[in-house]
């Protein structure tokens, strides 16, 4: 047995090696939480334009009739005109003519048309809580948020734990609460757990299970929830709960639109059901309807996809947009107004990160941060290039305009993530926040150090040395022992270090999630499994 004095001596070490890494560590955190970081998005609605900046802000251009663009007032702006109440978001959606946002806090907010409720305002249960907002309020009783979308008189949002919760108009199931009672307060949605995405059509909505399942509910008019069935003759064919899209494995991303719907398998191919009597579907035919899902031809390696009224739209790996369906106002950028039943390439527009599309026109934001926009009939300056006629392919004409319609309006450069499954060559391109196929973004050429991997485009990021339990991390060919805890210490300094050159609110979130050692991120947590390593190994410290 030790005696009292070499126990002592043990412990104090224990402390200087502890007080040695919190004064290390802490700083770094301190620091991140000053710095807010998000992932540029866009959002498009009936006649408007949502865009998320990658330092929080939200700005938003075009239809203001109902108060959608969220400035104050009713007035329609043909430039981005930023949203003054929002901060701190991180992620965006745009309905018919309400809008919504996501805060860092998991909280909602909404402005724009509330005749149904869709705005999530229970007020004292009068008219107030149906009058349309200019500026954004909070959706009541919603929070732990991950994710929302908007449709015609309903809005989603999608809980950290998995569940679905709607609110708004319900007369065709689109709450999927098994009824048809509308609601002003979020509702959760029945027999529906485990969720990872969530996507609203004009008047039914999506979601995608973690083990790649697609469920839907609502109006299911052509057969846009997928079950083989239709209501247009028959109503009662409308689900107020959740189904399973039968043939639907593997699914990554959802879109849908007005009465068709998308998915996104792993293998990179779309698959689209419902209305087809434009070529929407992207089977190489006009039938007026799919009521099961068919593969969309000639389209692989998609990253992301999004859908319009009538019209759909696919990113794919190499950044080029490719588009099918109605035409009539440029909706596919190909400089034509013909429909297409196949996807036609928008454009020359390439090096784009992010997808999404409104009614009638689309938009993009590229890797550099411009954000363009085409098709539309730009009637009140969706486009936001303060012309007032239609696009219909990209061009310089159609990058939309900064503020007061000088210059370009950029969101902030998109970033190339690592999820931890690409080598130093490689790195994931995230949209939306999930990670997407591998893309060669880091250039060979990149050395990343003894402790380091390749993480942004062109930086090396730190990455804990491999870990034996109950003796600590390998060092070159040892294991640590007090003797190499300077290593170690100088392993963390340098991650401080790093993390000060980096995006410091995603190392933030890398530092304080139980994940991050899994993440290959290193943390607080990791460094407590260096101190209890190095606790096991007390003789040596005495």
């Known amino acids: 047995m030790k005696s009292p004095q070499k126990q002592c001596k043990a412990y104090i070490s224990m402390l200087v090696i502890v007080s040695m890494l919190l004064n290390l560590i802490m700083p770094v955190y301190a ?17 408007h334009s949502i865009v998320l900046r990658n330092d929080g802000t939200v700005w938003a251009w075009g239809e203001n009739a109902e108060g959608q663009l969220g400035t104050g007032n009713t007035t329609n702006y043909r430039t981005p005109t930023q949203i003054k109440e929002l901060s701190e978001i991180v992620t965006v959606a745009a309905g018919i003519d309400h809008s919504m946002a996501l805060k860092s806090d998991g909280t909602v907010w909404a402005w724009g048309k509330n ?61 999927g609460t098994g009824d048809f009672v509308s609601s002003i307060t979020p509702r959760q949605v029945k027999d529906l757990s485990g969720i990872k995405s969530i996507a609203v059509g004009y008047s039914h909505s999506l979601a995608i299970k973690d083990d790649g399942t697609v469920w839907a509910w609502g109006w299911n008019c052509c057969g846009a929830i997928g079950d083989g069935t239709f209501s247009s003759v028959n109503p009662e064919n409308n689900r107020n709960t959740p189904v399973k899209v039968p043939g639907i494995e593997g699914a990554t991303a959802i879109a849908a639109g007005f009465r068709h719907s998308l998915a996104l398998k792993d293998d990179g191919t779309v698959w689209g059901w419902g209305r087809n009597d434009t070529g929407q579907l992207g089977d190489n035919t006009f039938e007026p309807r799919r009521l099961s899902p068919v593969k969309v031809q000639d389209l692989d390696n998609v990253k992301s996809i999004a859908a319009g009224y009538n019209h759909s739209s696919a990113l794919k790996n190499d950044g080029t947009v490719w588009s099918w369906g109605i035409n009539g ?32 026109h689309s938009l993009a934001i ?13 009637c009140c300056g969706e486009l936001g290039n303060d012309r007032d006629w239609d696009f219909r392919t990209p061009g310089h004409n159609v990058q939309v305009l900064g503020v007061d319609g000088e210059d370009w309006f950029n969101a902030g450069e998109v970033p190339c993530f690592d999820c ?22 880091c250039p060979p050429t990149v050395e990343c150090g003894k402790y380091y ?38 392993y963390l300094a340098n991650m401080k270090s790093e993390i000060s050159k980096s995006n410091a609110r995603a190392w933030n979130a890398a530092i304080i999630t139980p994940a991050s050692k899994k993440a290959g991120k290193p943390g607080i947590g990791d460094a407590l499994e260096i101190l209890k390593a190095l606790a096991g190994m007390k003789s040596l410290v005495s």
């Open 453 to 490: 991997k390749c993480g942004y485009c062109n930086v090396c990021k730190p990455v804990l040395p491999p870990f034996i339990p109950k003796y600590g991390y390998i060092l070159g060919n040892k294991t640590v022992g007090i003797g190499d805890a300077l290593e170690v210490l100088k």
């Open 329 to 360: 106002a440029g909706q596919l950028g190909d400089s034509t107004n013909t429909s297409k039943s196949t996807p036609v390439r928008v454009g020359e527009l390439e090096n784009v990160s992010v997808l999404n599309s409104g009614a009638n």
């Open 366 to 378: 590229k890797s550099d941060g411009a954000v363009w926009s085409w098709g539309g009939g730009n």
């Open 115 to 175: 005749n149904v409720g869709q705005l999530g305002q229970l007020g004292q249960l009068d008219d107030s809580s149906f009058t349309k907002r200019t500026t954004p309020v909070k959706v009541d009783v919603l929070d732990n948020v991950t994710a929302i979308a908007a449709g015609l008189g309903h809005s989603l949002a999608l809980k950290s734990d998995g569940t679905v919760w709607a609110w708004g108009a319900n007369d065709l199931g689109e709450l």
């Open 31 to 47: 620091n991140a939480t000053d710095v807010f970081s998000a992932l540029p998005m866009v959002a498009g609605g009936f006649n």
């Open 420 to 441: 931890g499954q690409c080598g130093c060559e490689e790195c994931f391109r995230s949209n939306n926040g999930d990670c997407m196929n591998c893309n060669d973004c």
